[in-house]
């Protein structure tokens, strides 16, 4: 049976191999090899740059197309984290090269077959660093008198680093000061900026520190001397006005002479010309010369304004509330019906208060039936006229519809008893109007007294029979 059963291996490994073949070719048929290019751009990653080199271009390693040949069902789930494209950097020099791209594929049955392009080109320049020593630039002019010491700086020298090519470029680290009219010293933290040799920012380097704290000292020269101007004026404004603020520009001046020691004797003050502002009732400027010592010069002139205003007093009126904006058919009930306001303004405006000067609204715009608390609003007829308070500050307001009014018909009254038996009277007989004889003319009384005519009036009742 052994030897049956050798005899007839040769065939069961030939049946074998041909099942084997049968299962690929169905296989192949279910899910065959395609090949197709990938449908995004793969990124490439540059690798490995040595320590002491920088890349000048590109700057990325850019992207790239992938051709595979996988099978249906791989190509189906392929995605772009599964593909690889990289460049490798180690040991290359300063200068251009052309680096080949190396591409990969994380998935099973799948090969590369190419890929475009199949390299790139950089640029690398050697990575250097130098010393900068930083120059201060100052710009502006200081005040009159005044002059800049050395400038000290907290950092004296700064870094430069970057490639080759720019850090040669640098010619200068610069900050730039701004003294315009100073009188003080000077100090700030600035920014250092590299120059090259037309005076432009140099690109592509950095610096470290970035900044360096300067400080300028300011000092003022001999024979100069800084005083304050004192506003002279004379004369009193119109009656009922009063001098609310005197200002001068400037304030400050500075005087110079050549003997260092008349300056330095002076008072801190020099005094203007006198400003007369009699009868005003406006504000005044005038520009108006200083007095100034004999030998010492300074400015011709300075600005005096002199701000003249009404002397404000305080009345108290009583005003009733006039209601405004309260829709057709509703009522309204103010709780109280007056107020009183307290007013500012000039004296003679207030002697001459009439009604319509001052008046007192309830606004009850879009307001319906309800209950409210409502602020009034006091309306000025004068713009120098001014409520400092009202007297109370909220209005009840009842608003409700209307009634309205009842006709109302008269009733006779009911008499009883006895009627009363009428008692004769006489009857005065007037005489014609009496003559008035005229008199001076009468002084005006109030509204509510009656004048009496001057003159002689007769007048007799004779009884009747």
Known sequence: MARRLWENLGTFVLALIVAAMVWVIALDEENPLEENTFSQPVPVQLLNLPN????????????????????????????????????????????????????????????ITSIDPVSITVTLEELISRDCPITVEQRGTLALGYAAGQPQLSADRVTVTGPASAVEAVTACVVRVTLDNLQQDFSSSLTVRPVDAQGNTASRVTLTPETTTVTVPVIQQEGYRNVTVLP??????????????????????????????????????????????????????????????????????????????????????????????????LGAILSPDSVDVILLGPLPLLDNLTLEDVRVVVDLDELTSGTYQITPQVLLLSDQLRAENILPGLIEVVIAPASPTPTITPIPPTVTGTPPTATPSLTPTRTPRPTITPGPSPTPLPPSSTPTPTGTATETETPSP
Request: no cysteine; glycine share 8%.
């Open 52 to 111: 002491n080199m920088i890349l000048l271009a590109p700057t990325t390693g850019g992207t790239t197309e992938i051709k595979l040949k996988a099978p249906r069902l791989v190509w189906q789930n392929l995605t772009l984290g599964q593909l690889r494209v990289v460049a490798d950097l180690a040991a290359l020099g300063p200068g251009t090269h052309s680096v080949p791209l190396q591409a990969s594929v994380n998935a099973d049955s799948t090969r």
């Open 232 to 329: 002279v004026i004379t004369g009193t404004v119109a009656s009922g006005y009063q001098v609310t603020s005197v200002s001068v520009v400037p304030q400050v001046i500075t005087l110079k002479s050549s003997d260092a020691d008349v300056v330095t004797s002076l008072p801190g003050f020099v005094s203007t010309t006198a400003l007369d502002v009699t009868g005003a009732t406006a504000d005044v400027v005038r520009r108006v010369a200083l007095v100034l010592p004999e030998g010492v010069e300074g400015p011709d002139s300075v600005l005096i304004e002199v701000n003249v205003a009404a002397i404000e007093f305080s009345l108290t009126v009583q005003r009733n509330l006039d209601i405004r904006g309260l829709a057709p058919g």
